[in-house]
């Protein structure tokens, strides 16, 4: 306990005695996204396949020395999921494969903690998603859903991960690459998809219904610029921003 708050009051020192300064960034990438259901993973005829998403946005930075910085991103995804599934009816004589796409976009709202450490740099912090849209588009004729957007929460919560590398930056401009994963604790259906088992076979919906929870590993690149310090005037009383 004593090395905790020694930890602790060590770390506030260095914060409040720090030069602060702000900086913006433009940042996208893609990687692979899955939608994250037991149900699914334990039948062994309904599979996920790899699917390819994406997300770009910009963030707002306020760094505490060189070393810690808090980040606000608002960032546009569009998450993607593919199923592979088979349909059999032995009196009919039926044996089919059949292809199944979800796909949805939200806009993500992140408070990150970011550690920079000799040109890289490690991430975390919570997830406020704001969910948009969904489509859902088969090559089985029998199946009800293409505007799926009414069985989708339209908020959900998770947090972000990430960690990755400055390889390119002049005095005020930096470029990172990294990696981040992120993850809903929240159950990206409604009531309505619940009932529905979605998204579950159609032919046979599961004995109950399991979450469904949408998991992202991307590769992001960072554009960053630092605009300006905070410095306290002369009377101590007052902070103000001083433009680089």
């Not at 020694?6 to 602060?20: D, K, P, R, V, Y």
């Not at 005829?45 to 930075?61: M, Q, V, W």
């Not at 960072?222 to 103000?240: M, V, W």
Request: hydrophobic share 35%; glycine share 12%.
């Amino acid at each position: 306990m004593r090395n905790l708050l020694a930890g602790l009051l060590i770390m506030f020192t260095t914060l409040s005695t720090a030069q602060n300064w702000l900086d913006v960034g433009l940042k996208g990438g893609g990687g692979v996204d899955f939608l994250l259901n037991k149900n699914i993973f334990d039948d062994n005829s309904y599979n996920h396949r790899l699917t390819g998403g994406y997300t770009f946005g910009g963030k707002l930075g306020l760094n505490f020395g060189n070393m810690h910085e808090v980040t606000f991103d608002v960032m546009y995804t569009a998450f993607n999921q593919k199923f592979q599934y088979n349909f059999s009816d032995t009196s009919a004589g039926i044996n089919e494969q059949y292809f199944r796409k979800f796909s949805y976009s939200s806009i993500d709202l992140l408070l990150m903690y970011r550690m920079n450490n000799e040109g890289r740099y490690f991430e975390i912090g919570p997830k406020l998603s704001l969910n948009r849209g969904g489509t859902n588009t088969n090559d089985d004729p029998s199946d009800p859903y293409s505007d799926v957007s009414g069985l989708i929460n339209p908020t959900s919560y998770g947090a972000a991960i990430g960690f990755g590398n400055y390889f390119f930056g002049t005095e005020n401009f930096g470029i990172t690459m990294g990696l981040r994963v992120s993850y809903d604790f929240t159950d990206l259906f409604n009531l309505e998809g619940t009932s529905s088992d979605y998204p579950g076979p159609i032919d046979s919906p599961y004995p109950s219904y399991a979450a469904s929870n949408p998991l992202t590993i991307q590769a992001i690149m960072e554009f960053n610029f630092d605009f300006g310090y905070l410095a306290t005037a002369s009377c101590g009383k007052r902070t103000k921003l001083i433009m680089f």
